[in-house]
């Protein structure tokens, strides 16, 4: 079955798409040898939460 979306649903996809291409560029220059998982996740957390990302969902 094929879904139809709205134009308001594909705006959101498309900032979607957007954010975590800003996030994959920020990550690609922090990851090197040595840098933990943990450490990249409480990067993104602490941008997630500085930008208010999610806040209107």
């Known amino acids: 079955m094929t879904i139809i979306k709205s ?3 594909i705006e959101i996809m498309s900032e979607a798409g957007r954010i975590v291409a800003e996030y994959h560029a920020m990550l690609e220059e922090i990851i090197k040898p040595g ?3 943990l450490e ?4 993104v957390e ?3 939460l500085l ?4 806040k209107e969902l």
């Open 7 to 9: 134009k308001r649903e």
């Open 35 to 37: 840098v933990t998982t």
């Open 40 to 43: 990249l996740g409480r990067l």
């Open 46 to 48: 602490k941008k997630i």
């Open 51 to 54: 930008n208010g990302i999610g």
